[in-house]
């Protein structure tokens, strides 16, 4: 029987029906632009991710450019990222003509390391040809990044934090989420994130609702909106997007996509329970087998979008697991500061050598919340059977 990296079809026969009738809703309520869904699921995702604010937008890497676009960075700005990501938390930086720097992650959590973030600002401080901005933390594979470290680093040198969540959202740390933190958590509901719809899309969260109502007007080619509107001004007669009082674009979140996601979010909590419970399992059975298998710290919770395990001989491990059926990944072979396209942005002092090395070692094993236990089990006696 073949087994599924991740089993999406399993999650929409487990909901019964659900996701069908609600495509079909917003199919014959006929705002398929910023219907009614598109408002509740914002709301919905606000209370989920304990924001004050959430709007939705084309996909999570629209998400990370919003903010950007309205605190105004520009050419000579820094932007600190890891490299160990995925290309859309850095791509969006250049397209301002800003500066990405790279930071290396921390060898256990796999996450922007402070110390090293700390280290890359006194450098560009130091250097004095760009000015630190932003700060942009990835919860990678659903583990959330440092953000108590993270923030105190951004407090103390004056830059904004955003968290990430495209991978991680729903990751906590003492219970609280990103955005306690972050002045804005991003997100994607690409469909193999842990939250994700049938096709693309993605959000913003943030408490700030000065910064809600610029980032509203940017995904509606600029806008206008209330705090634009002076208190004896006379309301703009007309539908708001023919009044433009911004350079912004077209971002936004399809109302059936909105539809598939109110009914994803109602189990998101129970999945990320489930997926706790498999990589718990996963962790007792493969500790003795691999190079190391994923360490979150106490008080945080991932989502585990990923389950990812360390080997020394990693490819033949992947081709050991592929003859017995069982689907693997690397994420990622080539990070960020190697890539042909971003190899002439700057790194943090010291380089990246935990990044340079887990891209050699890393390979994740099938994750989703409908993975049953004598699937796990297949899972773990072949990784077991490895003798490399
Ligand atoms: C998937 C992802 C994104 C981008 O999301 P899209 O919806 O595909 O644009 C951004 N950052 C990270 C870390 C991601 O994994």
Not at 372 to 380: F, L, M, S
Request: contains cysteine.
């Amino acid at each position: 029987m073949s087994m599924a990296f991740i089993d999406l079809q399993a999650q929409r026969k487990r909901l019964n029906g659900r996701i069908e009738a609600a495509v079909m809703a917003a199919v014959e309520g006929g705002a398929w632009v910023m219907g009614p869904q598109v408002r509740q699921f914002e709301e919905e995702l606000a209370a989920f991710g304990k924001a004050k604010h959430a709007l939705g937008c084309a996909n999570g890497t629209d998400a990370l450019i919003l903010p950007l676009i309205a605190w105004g960075v520009r050419t000579g700005d820094a932007v600190f990222v890891p490299s160990f990501t995925f290309t859309a938390t850095a791509e969006i930086v250049p397209w301002l003509g800003a500066t990405p720097i790279f930071v290396d992650v921390d060898p256990k959590t796999y996450d922007m390391d402070p110390a090293k973030l700390e280290a890359a600002v006194a450098a560009v401080k130091a250097e004095g040809r760009l000015t630190p901005k932003v700060v942009i933390a990835v919860d990678l594979f659903g583990q959330p990044a440092d953000y108590p470290a993270i923030r105190a680093v951004c407090d103390r040198h004056g830059m904004k934090l955003i968290s990430d969540s495209a991978q991680g959202f729903g990751c906590t740390i003492g219970g609280e989420h990103p955005i306690r933190w972050a002045d804005v958590t991003t997100t994607s509901f690409f469909p193999a994130k842990p939250l994700g719809c049938y096709g693309d899309g993605g959000a913003v969260l943030t408490d700030d609702a000065d910064l809600a109502q610029e980032m509203d007007s940017l995904r509606v080619h600029g806008k206008v909106v209330a705090k634009d509107l002076g208190a004896s001004a006379a309301e703009f007669a007309h539908d708001p997007k023919y009044l433009a009082m911004r350079i912004g674009m077209n971002s936004r979140l399809d109302t059936i996509q909105a539809a598939v996601l109110i009914e994803k979010l109602k189990v998101f909590p129970q999945e990320i329970e489930w997926r706790n419970r498999i990589a718990a399992r996963y962790n007792d059975g493969l500790r003795a087998h691999v190079a190391a298998v994923p360490d979150v710290p106490a008080g945080s919770v991932s989502n585990w979008a990923q389950y990812t395990i360390e080997h020394e001989d990693r490819d033949a491990l992947a081709a050991h697991l592929k003859d017995r059926g069982v689907p693997t990944a690397v994420y990622y072979p080539v990070p960020m500061h190697l890539q042909p396209a971003y190899a002439r942005f700057p790194q943090g002092a010291g380089g990246l050598p935990v990044t340079e090395r887990l891209k050699d070692v890393v390979i994740s094993l099938p994750m989703h919340a409908d993975l049953d236990e004598a699937t796990q089990d297949r899972v773990i006696e072949a990784v077991a059977s490895f003798a490399g």
